[in-house]
Nanobody
Framework: QVQLVESGGNSVQSGGSLTLSCVVS????????LAWFRQAPGKGRDRVAAIDVDGSTTYLDSVKVRFTISQDSRKRTLLLQMDNLKPEDTAMYYCAAGPGGDGWLLRQGNERDFTCWGQGTQVTVSS
């Protein structure tokens, strides 16, 4: 079990940038696949980006080339660099963790497969 605490959400104008952070604590933190999800008002929770134990990554098509997911060398902080933000990126962003290492969660895992969640951080992009 890991604990996740997000920060970095803010209000920005279209075209701006933000970096979200998620502090990961717990004894087995290196064994988890980590991901960023987002949920806009009235919509479901979508997986934005994920990173597995070996550093492999996946992205939602609509954020490819604009967003970058990464971890620090100790795997204690998960980051999401978001550039060229658009109004449709407006959502609550959540950090999530699930059992990793074999690639399955990275390739196919959805909301129900990630077992640990943070409280979320709000991103608002105005046009």
């Amino acid at each position: 079990q890991v604990q996740l605490v997000e920060s970095g959400g803010n209000s920005v104008q279209s075209g701006g940038s933000l970096t979200l952070s998620c502090v990961v604590s717990g004894s087995s933190h290196r064994n988890y696949c980590l991901a960023w999800f987002r949920q806009a008002p009235g919509k479901g929770r979508d997986r934005v980006a994920a990173i597995d134990v070996d550093g492999s990554t996946t992205y939602l098509d609509s954020v490819k080339v604009r967003f970058t997911i990464s971890q620090d060398s100790r795997k204690r902080t998960l980051l999401l660099q978001m550039d060229n933000l658009k109004p449709e990126d407006t959502a609550m962003y959540y950090c999530a963790a699930g059992p990793g290492g074999d690639g399955w969660l990275l390739r196919q895992g959805n909301e129900r497969d990630f077992t640990c969640w943070g409280q979320g951080t709000q991103v608002t992009v105005s046009s």
